[in-house]
Structure formats: C-alpha cells, structure tokens
C-alpha cells in the first residue's frame, strides 16, 4: 500500500483526470446516467424519496449518506424556505442539510402574478412613459421645425411621411386613413373659393389644415409654405393635442399630461387674450381661459362654467367654496363687467385681518383656560376677552361690561334681555364665581369661537362689494370683527375707527397703521381707481427681460477678473445694484469701494460679501468673483426685486409715482440695460415719448408701458391689472402639473390596489388568472370611484409604449400565457421588444394561473450566497464593536442584493451593479478588485461546454458553478433552460460532481484513511469560516491535530480553549487559499504515515459513522 502522502500528491496534482476516472466507472456510469435521466421526472418531494436510486445517490452526494434511512426526517428538510432563518433546515447546526435542501426544487417560490419588484418595475415605466411620450413629441416638433422651411412643393410635403403624420396628428387626424393624394387636393385648395376641392369634400380639420398652408393651385410656394405665425401656430397646435391622456373621462373633462411646453404655450395664450377679456361670460366661454384658471387655482377640471362665473362675480358665494382669492384676483362687477377701481381688501390684506382674527380666539381660548380666570370680574378686566364676547355675540362695543356681568351672572336678567344663550355658555355663578373648573366647558367654548367664526365668514362675504369706507361702517358685525380682530381700544369711536381706515397720518399717530394698511380707501372713504400701467402682456414682456438679465449675468461673471471689469459692463453693473438695493446714488467710485470693503461692516457689507474681491480690486490666484452660492444668492435676490416690482406697480397712477422710487428705476435700469446715471427727465422722456425712446434706443421700454404724453396712465379696461395676471402665472406654474401628477398618482394606486390580495369577502377584484386580469375596473369590482380610471390592461399597455390598436385582450391573452423567454416562442416570433418586455412582467403560466415568479438566481442559490457572504466578511474578526457593524453592514448589503437581483433582467443589468457582483465574488471567497466588468462578462458570456473557452481555461474554477447558478444564456438573457421541475441544471452538475468526489474519497479510504481525510479537508476548506467549524467536524479536528501533532487529551479542554489552541496554527484566511490547504494537507498526509500504523481506519469510522452532530 502506498503512502497516505504519496497517494494524495498523485491525486491532487490533477485532480479532474483523478474525478474523470471515477466517472468512467461502470457503476458509477450507470448510476449517474440514471439520475440524469430521471431527477427530473419527479413530481414530488415523496416521489423522489419513494426512488431508492435516485435519493440514495443525492444523499452520498452531499455527504449525508448514512441518513438516507431518516426519509421523514429528510422530507422535512427538502420542504424547507431557505429564505426563512427559522425554516427546519436552516435551524439545523449541520450546513450539509442546507446545501442539499438548496439542491432542489420542492419549496419553490410562492406563485404570484407579478411580485412586488415587477410592479414597482411596471408602475415606474408607466409614469414614465408620460415623460417619454413628452420627448417623442418635442422631437417630433424639432424635425418639423427644421425641415418644413426646405418644402418648396407640395409632394414634398405629402410625400415625407414624417411631416406628413406630423400634419395630420396636428389635426387629430388619423395617418392610417389618409391618403397622400387627398392630402394633396386639400393642401392646393382655395379656402376662399366655396367650390374648391376642401370647402366641398374636407371637414372642418382638413378646411383648418389648409389655412395653415401657403401653396399654390399648382402645389408650389411662393418662398416658404408657412409664414413664421402658421408655422408657429402648428407646432403649438400639435404640442397641445399631442398630451398624453391620463384619465379619459365620460363625463367631464379629461385629465391630460401637461408638458412644461404645453404648460409654457397656455401661459402665454393666456397672457395674450386676457386683456381682450371685458366681462365675465367671455372668459368662462373661452375653454383654454377657463382651464388655466381653474389649474392656477386649483379648482379642479371638473369645476363647472357656471360655478367659475358666479365666484368671480359673487364674493359671497367665493367665500363659501373657499375661493376669495379667485374672485379678488378679477375686477368683475356683480353684473359680470369690468370694474375699474381696486378692491377693498386685497388677498394679501385679507389674509393679515383673518391671521390676526385667528390669533385673537387662540388668545380667548387659551385664557378661558388659565388659572388667571378666577371669577366674571377677571374676565371682563381683561379687554380683548371681554370684546371677543361682545363681538361673538352681537353685543356691540358700547354695550357696558356691567351689564354683561349681570347677563354673566343671573340666568333671569339675562333671559330678560333675550340673551339667555350667552349666560348658558358661561359657568358663573350669582356671585361672579365660577361653579366648577372652568369658565366653560369644551362645548361651550366652540359655541363661542363658532359665533366668532360666523362673524368672520359674514365680513368675508360682505368685503368683496365694499366701494366705501361707509360700507363697511354701517355694518355694525363687519366694524365688530374688525374691533375684536386687531383688538382696538373700546375708547376708540367708531368716527375715530373711520378716520384710521381713510387717513394713514392720522392711524399712524395713534398706533394704528396695521388697521389702515389692511384697506386700500382714499382719504374720500373710496376705493381706489385701477390704472393700467401695463397690460398683462406687457408685465409678462418685462419679466422675460429680467430673466434675460439674470442669464446674461451668469454666463458673464465667472469671466471677470476684477473689479474695475465688473463696473465698467453696464449690465453686470445694474444687475448688481438692483439685485442689492444700491441706489444711483451711490457712484461707480462709491460701489468700487464697497465692493473691496474687507471690513465685514457697513450698510452694504452684503454687498462686499457677496463677491471675492481684494482692497485692491483684484482677486486671488484661483479664485472666481462669486462662487457658484453667490451667483445663485445674487440671482435669487435679483428675483426678490422682481417680485417687489410687480407689487409696487399696482400703486402707480402715473409716471412721476414712478420715477420717485428708487427701487422700480433701479429694476428698470437692469431689466432694460439703462444707463446708471440716467436722470429722471431723460427716463421720463422714454417712458411718454415713443419718438424719444426710439431715438435713445429703447422702444421696448416705452412699449412695455402705457403712459400718455402727460405722464398719466389710463383707467384699466382689463379684467384682471397686470399684478393679478403676474399672480395667476406665477400659480399656474406652480400648479399645472398637479393634477396630472395627482391623476397618474391614482392610476398607480388603483392598479396596486388591484392586484393586491383581497381582504374582504366583498372585495373580489383580486388577480388569480389572465381573465381576472384583462377585466374591466367596473367588472372587477363593487367600487364606483375607479370605473373612469385606466384599467389594468391599458395601465400595462401603456408602461411598455403600446395601445389596444396593437395589442388586443385576446392577443394580451395569448401574450401572458407564452413563455417570454422560449427563443422560439410565440413571444419571440412577433419580434417587439415592448411585447418581450410586457409578458415578463408577469408570471402567468400555460393555463393562465399565476405561477412562481422567473429571476436571475434562484431563490435557494441568493440565500446560500447570503449566509457565505456574511461569513466571510466577518470571519476574520474578533467579537466586539467592529465585528458587529461588519454583520450590520453585511446584513444591509444583503438586503440590497436580494432587492437589487429581483430587478435584474440581465446579465448587462446584473454586471452595471458592483454592489451585486462584489456581493457573489465575497461569497465565493474572490476578490472584487481582480475582477472588472469586461473580465465578468467574458466569463459569464463563456461557453461551459467548451473546454478552451475562458470559463474553462483562465477563469478561477469556482466560476463554474458561479456562471452555472445564474439563469443567463451564453448571450447574457435570462433563460429557462437551465431551470428544471426538480433540480435546475446548476444543481444537477454539482449533484454529480459531488458524487464522484465522494466516490473518489470513499474508494481511497477503502486502501487509506489518510488520503480521505485528506480529500475531504481539501472540499471542505473553502467553506471554513470559523475555527468552530473545526472543532465540530470531527474529520477537520483529526487533520489539524494530526498536521501539528496535537495530543488527544486536548478534546478534553474548554471549547473556547480548543478554539485558542487551533488557532495558533490555522489561519483562517490560509484556508481560503488553494496553495496553503494543499501545503497544510501535505504535512497531514507525511504526519499520517509516521503516526498511523494501525490497520484500523479511524477515517472510515469518522467519516462515516461519527462525523458532525445531525442537529
């Protein structure tokens, strides 16, 4: 007999001609061909165990042969969730039992229609292709807008298929059913002539069509076959009917994408029209008026032309539905035609009189609860306590505090008085004490705060058609609320309460500018006239200056080296002292000096900190003037002006207002890139003398301004002034998105909410079946409030870019039930990725049930990476803080692998995550670093039948079952040939290949023990991850002791112990390493023979009988 040392460097050196061998036994042939040909057949766990063949032969395979007698045991194990820590196999000591519960299929993965990462998957594209559709369109713009200029007949038009389907759609008419040569005779058409060819054969589509057309009868153009506004006008035309549809209503309006373009096109269409509007049923008539506002407004789609109407003509019933702003952001008459005079109270102003009212009841509710209150005569010491009273029950300011005591107090007097209701709401006794805690109860105090309200809501809807101070005066609730709100003095008359209202001087001298400041009455008591210093159009005209300002600004500084550079660009200049309040005043000397101001102090230190300039003007080596924070701070500021601007010009009522403020002039000089020092009479020229302001060369600026000759301004005709426009903009850009946001946002929820399990016995909408699937939300259901949403059906048709004109129910049938991964397949044959991509999405099978979700690993292979990962990261490590947030860390990347894999389709997809493929190659005890991506793909991409292929050749060994676990085809998809009903292909080959590694030990131990300690240590080694692992394998145990001649009597020592001694001579990092295991075994085997001259064979019997504990 040979050497247990010479024997395993023989079998070691080439260790696949030594498997090989073994393989080519008659036996051992028959046996694996068996088990090839009918694993498989299997159709269940007692199937495979009934099969004394094949279930004996996987039990030797994964070393677990002498319990091939515990079937009811092993069953146990086969049906355990690899996926669940507390599952019967994973609560087992023995890792062998995993490993072979992992081999097969008998827990498969839940059957489910479509798992959550499909449908987060799916819901993502489905609000994505809203955004894509939005792109198509605009490339589709961009291709029209480039090429229709170079059309110079009309066959080039008719015969360009792209701009020809461009025109069409423009029109919402269908290409499909157009032809070229109709096309063509509407195109040539006389519009003006009713006999031509489109007034007598086209409808009102093709008639609109061929006004936006210049050619002639003969089909040529005379220069181009637009003019600038028609071209103009099409692609705004097709931009806006291009929108995606979200919710196609029945009744009511649709809910549609709105791009930021379309968004951009409505705001100017409104910006042009409104100020042609000039009574109320001309706008509500206008649709795209009406829509804009009731975005800008959020109104809702579905809010009716006659309810807009009546809020903007009735501020009582504005109040009512919660729209005063919408009514005070118009200037009708209750009549519906234009008022031209400003109204009493502007939003603004109403919302400081309802913040201060809101302050007062917080004030009397948190008094009424204090311990301050001790009796009546407390309560009425108190002046805001004792008006809220008076106030909220109509009592008026000159009604005395002595005889509300007496109401406080006697039940009687007060019901003789008729204010019985008043002393039921209040817990005093005849004393003037209070019976009990509290003054009042909880009931009693909303009955209070409620009048309050009440009162609040009656100046709310009476404000709206105040013209005069007097209006309001003779309204005695409307001067309470007033009185309680801003908690005037009852020494205040109410002559005197006047006088504040119409005279600032005199509202000022007595503390009392916030009354004044919330009414906007002359000294006359009326309200004051509307002039109209610019229209809508021409705010909107100076605000694309300022913007225009603020691009030329920052796409200018980061060139400017110094300061002297900055002052000497005009534009630069007055962006800077508008943006920061630096008046004219201030010379360019006096702005220099600010701007190198190191001093940190001084009234424009914000100025100097702005920028990065040195005391003498220049600036470090390296250093811009702003930093990317400046430039956005000044821009922002910049912005602020603007805002102010468009606040300040609603005071103006001719140019001299004007002129005398600093902060409008200085906004004008940037906007429109005045002089700095330009005086006030050359201004004043530009602004009322068109001739002058075009000899100066600033024509806009006086076109964007409405003052006569005289410096005076009209009286405005408009609906709405031009800060009322600015408003309404400013909210519809804030706003035009929400509701299509908010309508995709319910899609997705309904469409989660119908394929989640069902609940209740009333709710039958879940998903079991594509029939369940392809139903109608009205169908699905008893909930009515869906009906008018997208189905599932075209909720998923929509994600993947098609329409029911291409995929029908009955195709989507034949669709969900093909397998998306047969290269041969129905599926594969129709060739359209969209159609690929949509079928797996779902997991239905055959017969249209649902079935267990497809992915790139399985899950038994992920949960066996996991557990080897987290070993191996932190096995090195000592017990303390650092291993602990290593096993955090690795239950966080585990976490992410798991959620990560179900997203991949791919190889492609897999490879671009690092964090995946880091997590597999840690798993397997390999490197990230000396893997990249190009390296991965090859071998991935490898043929494993090939014996010269990169897989085979170069790549480490472990690949193979690495590649071979993953569900890819040699081109990097996703297959189904690799998954088998019982044991998937990856798991079949290792099944064998275990096999005749335990037949190659089994054999050599028959002649020596050594060699088969020796070739079990070297299978095992990898998976060593602790020195207790050692300890508890008894066959590890004898290698290490034998290697390093350990005495026997240590077995007999603490565990830990044992742990510390071992390791003094195992490295656990060495066992990761081929060369060192098999230097390490080699010392075993020479250590064997010198120790082992026994003809026993402690091997056998510890490898066989008494090896691992079983549980």
Known sequence: MITASLAYTILSKDMTSSLNKVAAQSTVKKDAQYYADNINKVTSVDDFLGDYKLYSYAMKAYGLEDMTYAKAFMKKVLESDLTDPNSYANKLSDTRYREFAAAFNFNAPEKDVQTDAQEDDLIGLYKQSFIDADKAASAESTYYSNNIDAVQTVDDLVNNTRLR????????????????????????????????????????????????????????????????????????????????????????????????????????????????????????????????????????????????????????????????????????????????????????????????????????????????????????????????????????????????????????????????????????????????????????????????????????????????????????????????????ADSVSDATLRTFLVDPAAASAQGYSDVHELFNFKTDGSVATLYASQSAAQSASTASKADNAAVYYQSTIAGISNVDQLLADQKLNNFVRNAYG?????????????????????????????????????????????????????????????????????????????????????????????????????????????????????????????????????????????????????????????????????VADNYKSMMADSTSLLDFSEIKSVNDFLRTNSAADFT??????????????????????????????????????????????????????????????????????????????MAKYATDYKSHVTMLLKDGPVKDKAAKDATAEVDYFAKGMAKVKSLDDFLDDSRLTDLVLKANNLDPKDYDKATLKKIFTSDPDDKKSYLNDKADARFKDIVAAFNFDKDGNLTRAKIGAVQNKAAEDRTQQLYLQQTLETQEGETNDGVRLALYFSRKASSITSIYSILGDKALYQVITTAYSLPSQISGMDVAKQADLINRFVKLEDLQDPKKVDKLLKRFTAMYDVQNTSQQSPALMILTGGGTQQA
């Open 165 to 488: 389907t461009y025109v069409l759609k423009t029109f919402k008419i269908d290409p499909t059913y157009a032809s070229t040569d109709f096309l063509r005779q509407v195109l040539t058409s006389d519009l003006s002539d009713p006999t031509s060819f489109v007034n007598t054969q086209g409808g009102d589509k093709y008639k609109a069509l061929a006004a936006q057309f210049s050619f002639n009868a003969d089909g040529t153009v005379n220069g181009t076959a637009q003019t600038t506004a028609q071209k103009a006008s099409v692609i705004e035309t097709y931009t806006l009917n291009s929108q995606s549809v979200i919710i196609d209503n029945s009744v009511g309006s649709d809910v549609v994408y709105v791009s930021k373009t379309a968004a951009d096109y409505n705001k100017a269409y409104y910006t042009a029209k409104i100020g042609t509007i000039t009574n109320v049923d001309d706008l509500v008539a206008d649709s795209r008026l009406a829509s804009y506002i009731k975005t800008a407004y959020s109104m809702g789609a579905d809010f009716t032309a006659a309810a807009l109407k009546t809020v903007l003509t009735d501020p009582g019933y504005a109040q009512l539905m919660g729209f005063t702003n919408v009514y005070n952001a118009f200037n009708f008459n209750a009549d519906g035609s234009t008022s031209n005079t400003v109204r009493a109270q502007s939003i603004d102003q109403a919302n400081k009189l309802t913040s201060a009212a809101s302050s007062t009841t917080n004030y009397y509710t948190l008094t009424s609860r204090s311990s301050s209150i001790t009796n009546v005569d407390d309560l009425l010491a108190d002046g805001v306590m004792a008006r809220y009273i008076k106030d909220a029950y109509g009592l008026g300011v000159n009604f005395s505090n002595a005889e509300l005591k007496s109401i406080l107090t006697d039940s009687a007097y007060a019901a003789a008085q008729g204010k019985a209701g008043l002393n039921a709401d209040f817990n005093f006794n005849a004393d003037g004490s209070i019976n009990g805690s509290l003054i009042q109860t909880d009931t009693q105090l909303k009955s209070t705060t409620d009048k309050s309200a009440a009162n609040a809501t009656h100046f709310n809807g009476m404000i709206g058609s105040v013209n005069n101070v007097d209006d309001i005066m003779s309204d005695p609730v409307a001067v309470s609320y007033i009185r309680t709100s801003m908690q005037i």
């Open 784 to 861: 009515k409030s869906n009906d008018n949403l997208p189905d599932l059906f075209h909720v998923a048709l929509q994600a993947f870019g098609l329409t029911d004109q291409e995929v029908s129910r009955s195709m989507m049938r034949k669709i969900l039930t093909s397998d998306a991964y047969d290269p041969n397949g129905y599926i594969a044959s129709l060739k359209d990725e969209r159609i690929t991509n949509l079928a797996r999405a779902f997991n239905f099978g055959p017969d249209g049930k649902a079935a267990s979700p497809f992915q790139a690993l399985p899950d038994a292979t």
């Open 582 to 746: 630096v008046p004219s005043t201030v010379s360019d000397v006096d702005l220099r000096a600010i701007l190198t101001d190191q001093s940190g102090t001084g009234t424009y230190a914000d100025v100097a900190a702005a920028f990065n300039f040195q005391v003498d003007g220049s600036l470090e080596d390296g250093m811009a003037a702003q930093t990317a924070t400046q430039i956005s701070n000044t821009k922002f500021a910049a912005a602020a002006r603007t805002d102010d601007y468009s606040s300040r010009m609603a005071t103006i009522t001719n140019v001299d207002d004007l002129i005398a403020d600093p902060a409008i002039t200085n906004f004008l000089k940037s906007t429109y890139n005045l002089p700095t020092n330009i005086s006030d009479a050359d201004l004043r020229s530009i602004l009322t003398d068109p001739a002058a302001a075009s000899a100066a060369g600033y024509a806009d600026l006086n076109a964007d301004f409405n003052f006569a000759a005289d410096g005076s301004l009209p009286v405005v005709s408009s609906v709405q002034t031009a800060a009322q426009a600015q408003t309404t903009n400013d909210n519809y850009a804030a706003r035009y998105d929400d509701e299509r946001d908010e309508a995709i946002d319910e």
